[in-house]
Structure formats: structure tokens, C-alpha cells
């Protein structure tokens, strides 16, 4: 009951889609076969841009069919946000491709204000819990890090996932509350976040690591570096701490209105 994961920590050219795919596909290529799950960061074709009526796609669009074809040759899941526009809406997208050619999704609840992603951008609302083999994965996105009642884990998941875009000027804040959701939901926590200067002069560290259900820091990416990491958690130990330690059982009910 092991899964592997990698962590993909790119550098990403301001709004050029296909400039960014390309990159991409040199950094996958070297993955083939070595693990069950990619991540990517958010909007990782284009940066965390406004700019969404030139930018998004349809569900049918270049970049979701470029993650399902990765997903298809590396032989694992793929996933990672884009702009996506729906019924008239536009939304931060988290597309979850699997190696059979089936798609999940989760939209961004919480939309970064100070940057007015809330002006363009609708808001998701519910949350899509994933399954790779016997792992149950709830995947999320950057500013939802901040908000633990969305978080919440009622014994649906085992990993939580957060892809971002989050600059280096908060990048405690981005370490602690990884942390944080670990220690309170007794769960393993990745968060996979972006390198580089974007198009309104945001430096990001990356800081893209792997937390255990503890707490502990088991992985971490070099900070400013694009890289990758590939690492393997065991969903047994896991379960043992669980039964040995069940917080859970103490936690308070309560229900988002």
C-alpha cells in the first residue's frame, strides 16, 4: 500500500502555454515508469494570471489533452491547475488525468483577493476527494492552504495535496501551514509550488516539500531551483498511527453552510 510521487518544481514563462508544455515535456520524459502520481503547480501553463479571456480553454482544450497524453505515456496520473472557462464561467481548475483516459476536477474555492483572482475567476463548491489504489487523496489549491474547515478531514483522505503559485515573500507562511494541515488531520500533506519571477515581478522559492502525518518535513526541494522529486509514502504507517494515536475520534462535528 505504497504510493510514489513526484513533485514537479518548474520555472514558468508568463502566459505562454505552449512554451510551457514543451518545458514540460523535457522535465517528464525522465519519469517514465517511476511513479503513480505527477503533480504540477498551479496554473502551470501560464502563471497566476488575470489575464483569462485570452488565456482559458475548454475542457477539450490543448493543455487538458496534453496532460492526458503525459498521463498515458508516463503510465500514472497527472495533475495541475489552468484557466478554465464553463457555461460562461472561468475557473482555477485543477485537472486530475488518469493513464485510462478518465478526468476528475476540482475548482479553487478560495480565490486570492489581494490579487483579485475573485474578479475574474468564479469559486468551486465542493471538494472531490481522488483515489489512486487503496489512497484516498484530496487535492486543493494555494490560498485554500489558509482556510482548515475546508481542509477538515472527517476520514475521507489520507493525503492533501496543495499545488500553488505563492510568492517567496510569505514562504514561512507557506512552510508552517503545510505543517499544520498534517498535524491536525493526521494525514501526509505535499505542497508543489513554482520557481522563478512571473509577469508582476513575484519571486517564488518554490519550497515544494512532503509532510508526515506528524508533522515532520520527510522531503524537501531545494528552494529557487527547478527540479524535481520523486518520493514513496506508505499508506500502513499511516494506519498505525492512526489506531495508535486517534485524535479523530475527539474531533468536534460540525457542517459548512
Same mark, same amino acid.
Given at each position: 500500500m505504497k504510493i510514489k510521487v513526484t513533485l514537479i518544481q518548474p520555472v514558468i514563462e508568463w502566459e505562454n502555454i505552449q512554451s510551457n508544455l514543451e518545458h514540460l515535456d523535457h522535465m517528464l520524459k525522465a519519469i517514465l515508469g517511476?511513479?503513480? $502520481?505527477?503533480? $504540477?503547480?498551479?496554473? #502551470? !501553463?501560464?502563471? #497566476?494570471? &488575470? %489575464?483569462?479571456?485570452?488565456? !482559458?480553454? /475548454?475542457?477539450e482544450g490543448n493543455t487538458t489533452l496534453w496532460m492526458l497524453k503525459q498521463a498515458t505515456f508516463l503510465k500514472a496520473v497527472i495533475a495541475g491547475s489552468i484557466i478554465i472557462k464553463e457555461n460562461q464561467s472561468l475557473y482555477n481548475r485543477l485537472i486530475w488525468t488518469y493513464p485510462d483516459g478518465k478526468i476528475q476536477y476540482y475548482d479553487k474555492r478560495h480565490l486570492f483577493r489581494m490579487g483579485r483572482e475573485n474578479a475574474y475567476y468564479s469559486p468551486g463548491r465542493k471538494k472531490t476527494v481522488m /483515489?489512486?489504489?487503496e489512497w484516498r487523496i484530496l487535492p486543493l489549491i494555494c490560498y485554500d492552504l489558509r482556510f482548515p474547515v475546508w481542509s477538515r478531514n472527517t476520514g475521507i483522505y489520507d493525503l492533501l495535496i496543495y499545488i500553488a /503559485?505563492?510568492?517567496a515573500g510569505r514562504r514561512e507562511v507557506w512552510k508552517t501551514l503545510l505543517r499544520a494541515r498534517a498535524i491536525e488531520n493526521q494525514c501526509f500533506v505535499i505542497g508543489? %509550488?513554482?520557481?522563478? &519571477?512571473?509577469? %508582476?515581478? $513575484?519571486?517564488?522559492?518554490?519550497? !515544494? &516539500?512532503?509532510?508526515?502525518?506528524?508533522? %515532520?518535513?520527510i522531503f524537501e526541494m531545494?528552494?529557487?531551483?527547478e527540479s524535481q522529486l520523486t518520493c514513496e509514502l506508505d499508506l500502513m504507517e499511516l494506519k498505525d498511527f492512526r489506531e495508535k494515536f486517534p485524535v479523530h475520534l475527539d474531533a468536534d462535528e460540525f457542517s459548512l453552510q
Open positions: 517511476k511513479t503513480d $502520481l505527477i503533480l $504540477l503547480p498551479e496554473l #502551470f !501553463s501560464t502563471g #497566476f494570471t &488575470m %489575464n483569462t479571456s485570452v488565456l !482559458s480553454e /475548454n475542457m /483515489n489512486i489504489s /503559485n505563492w510568492p508543489v %509550488n513554482r520557481v522563478g &519571477m512571473d509577469g %508582476n515581478k $513575484l519571486e517564488y522559492a518554490g519550497d !515544494s &516539500m512532503v509532510v508526515d502525518y506528524k508533522g %515532520n518535513v531545494e528552494p529557487h531551483t
